[in-house]
């Protein structure tokens, strides 16, 4: 391991020296405006905005998203509440006796990357067809969901469309929680899983093989490519150079700014992190699965612990915040584009929180060790759950309470909204923006470990599955996180961004076509729970 991570630093020297240069000279703004002006056609494809009146245009992409959802809710007799509490009793293991785990199909042995044996934390489902377990899976899909969408995405969307765009938030999660468990079933029935136990798996896999199985085989070909390209280019964008951008400006803020020592030393907080990434991602799925599972929790616990908090002490206006959000979201007062500009706000900020849909929660719900493709679909529901119901809306209301709500604040960006909701939380508890700084840090860092995930499979799909390959692919995700500190790449951040939601486009197609399919995967792994429970 000591060898990959030194040709990492070793690469990282013309890195900084760029970063170094590109705050004296301006390289990263020549960089930017090049790269836009090259780019801009396929960002202004993807969120292409559709005019519907003077005040109010609506993403396109939102609308395949939402529809989708709605239609494999109906489509799956509303699996999202009536598969809640199975989908608890998964996580928790009470059907673990469905697996045989006595057969064993992947053994203990050492890892090629570090002296430990490999995965000791999951040796009793090591038997499993798999590599990690459903709730190393669960945490490990939803480390690259929770984070900066939460706090930074609903001050926008209270901030624009009132308290009222809670609710709506509220209802699209419900709705993503049944395309969660169509993709994510897909992604386990047809992944690939190599004789030393490797798990490939995600949309690259079920639009080849599911498509094919249709008929359909160079349409699905065709689409898995388009989805493995925009994956990667997302990987190292919205889920790598976004996420520590952001965390560093929030760093950077708590410690004073302009005056802050960080100030200009944005590459010194990239190294620091690229060398924790690079860690963790050179042991693979099970060493992530295994960081994600420890880190998502206690981020999530702290964060919720916080806001509950927050709430409780204002005990007195909580009846007044429901009243606010329920009434806002169908008569709002005051707020531009009136009832579907509110419900507009709520279903975007909702969208960009869970990805339900755009299939990269797949790929990580693919390496779980189970025989049954439907059980992880509904351990995959629950993450929009948790990602927008629980942790959105616990944001929303220490919002709405701390008078945070208002127009004014309309125009934030991201490293802005972060701001706004570490200052409402401030106003109750003083030192709390410290803590929210680390969380902060910690959910860029469990979502860039789960997007080279993520990128990797897209990577080894289309270059194949060597050694060499899967070393360029990390050493190059390692490097990114350090030019994404450093430097302000707003076009290239827009155009990574831009692939994260054009990955919807191929794998919607899919999710359409092979919801037959889940079916199938899902009365037979009901028929064996009833089996189980006589």
């Known amino acids: ?202 949309p690259m896999y079920y639009l080849t093989k599911g498509l094919k199985s249709k008929g359909l085989g160079g349409l699905g070909k065709f689409l898995a490519a388009l989805f493995a390209i925009f994956v990667i280019g997302g990987s190292f964008g919205g889920g790598n150079m976004f996420q520590v951008n952001q965390a560093f400006q929030l760093v950077e803020n708590i410690t004073g700014g302009e005056n802050s020592f960080l100030h200009g030393y944005g590459w010194a907080f990239g190294v620091v992190m690229a060398i924790l990434v690079g860690i963790v991602i050179i042991g693979g799925i099970k060493k992530i699965a295994k960081v994600t599972d420890k880190i998502v929790p206690f981020m999530v616990a702290i964060y919720v612990a916080a806001s509950l908090f927050v709430i409780f002490s204002n005990y007195n206006m909580i009846g007044d915040a429901f009243t606010q959000i329920f009434n806002g979201a169908f008569s709002p007062e005051g707020i531009a584009g009136g009832f579907v500009g509110v419900l507009v706000q709520g279903f975007r900020r909702a969208a960009f929180s869970n990805e339900a849909g755009i299939g990269s929660a797949s790929i990580a719900h693919s390496a779980v060790k189970t025989k049954y493709a439907a059980s992880e679909g509904m351990v995959a529901l629950l993450e929009p759950f948790i990602d927008t119901v629980v942790v959105c809306t616990m944001t929303a209301l220490v919002l709405i309470i701390t008078g945070n709500v208002t127009g004014d604040n309309a125009s934030l960006n991201n490293a802005q909204a972060i701001l706004l909701t570490s200052g409402a939380f401030e106003s109750v508890i003083s030192w709390f923006p410290y803590v929210l700084t680390v969380a902060v840090v910690l959910f860029a860092f469990s979502s860039m470990i789960s997007w080279s995930y993520y990128g990797f499979q897209g990577w080894s799909y289309l270059f194949g599955r060597t050694k060499k390959a899967e070393y360029i692919y990390k050493i190059l995700f390692c490097l990114f996180v350090i030019v994404g500190a450093a430097a302000s790449l707003g076009a290239v951040i827009d155009f990574a961004d831009a692939m994260v939601f054009a990955m919807m486009v191929p794998n919607m197609v899919g999710l359409v076509i092979l919801a037959p399919k889940v079916k199938e995967e899902l009365v037979k792994y009901m028929d064996a729970i009833k089996t189980l429970s006589k």
Not at 81 to 88: K, N, P, R, Y
Not at 119 to 141: C, K, S, Y
Not at 177 to 197: H, N, P, Q, W
């Open 1 to 202: 391991m000591k060898k990959y991570l030194f040709s990492i630093l070793t690469l990282t020297i013309p890195f900084l020296s760029f970063a170094q240069d590109s705050t004296e000279k301006g390289i990263d703004q020549i960089i930017d405006e090049k790269f836009g002006s090259a780019t801009g056609w396929f960002v202004d494809a993807i969120f292409y905005q559709i005019p519907f009146t003077d005040s109010i245009s609506i993403y396109w992409v939102l609308f395949p998203l939402i529809f989708g959802a709605l239609y494999f809710t109906i489509y799956f007799n509303f699996i999202n509440f009536s598969g809640f509490f199975t989908s608890i009793n998964i996580v928790r293991g009470k059907y673990d006796g469905l697996e045989e785990r006595e057969n064993h199909k992947v053994e203990i042995s050492k890892s090629k990357f570090t002296d430990e044996d490999d995965n000791p934390d999951t040796i009793r489902v090591e038997g499993h067809e798999g590599e990690v377990t459903h709730f190393q899976a669960l945490t490990a899909a939803l480390s690259a969901t929770v984070g900066l969408g939460n706090i930074a995405g609903v001050a926008i969307a209270v901030s624009i469309g009132g308290a009222g765009s809670t609710f709506w938030m509220i209802i699209a999660g419900f709705l993503g929680m049944a395309s969660k468990f169509v993709e994510c079933t897909l992604g386990v029935k047809y992944r690939d899983i190599e004789e030393d136990g490797t798990v490939y798996g995600g």
